[in-house]
């Protein structure tokens, strides 16, 4: 595993320290689950196209019923 070093005003990094405290967890955690979240919006969004796509070109439907 890789090491980042980020540049964090000293107020902002101790109030960040508190709140993650509070809910259980570390800073490092919520940078990493962050930083997992903004590399995977890519491949969400891209996901989703493809999803859109094939479901307006998809011969299956409903025929104007309502779905159940």
């Given at each position: 595993?890789?090491?980042?070093?980020?540049?964090?005003?000293?107020?902002?990094?101790?109030?960040?320290?508190?709140?993650?405290?509070?809910?259980?967890?570390?800073?490092?955690?919520?940078?990493?689950?962050?930083?997992?979240?903004?590399?995977?919006t890519d491949r969400v969004d891209a996901a989703r196209r493809r999803l859109v796509a094939?479901?307006?070109?998809?011969?299956?439907?409903?025929?104007?019923?309502?779905?159940?």
């Amino acid at each position: 595993m890789a090491n980042l070093t980020l540049s964090v005003d000293d107020d902002l990094l101790a109030r960040a320290r508190v709140r993650a405290v509070e809910q259980g967890t570390s800073v490092n955690a919520v940078v990493r689950e962050l930083i997992t979240g903004f590399a995977a919006t890519d491949r969400v969004d891209a996901a989703r196209r493809r999803l859109v796509a094939l479901s307006i070109s998809s011969a299956a439907g409903s025929g104007g019923r309502p779905l159940e």
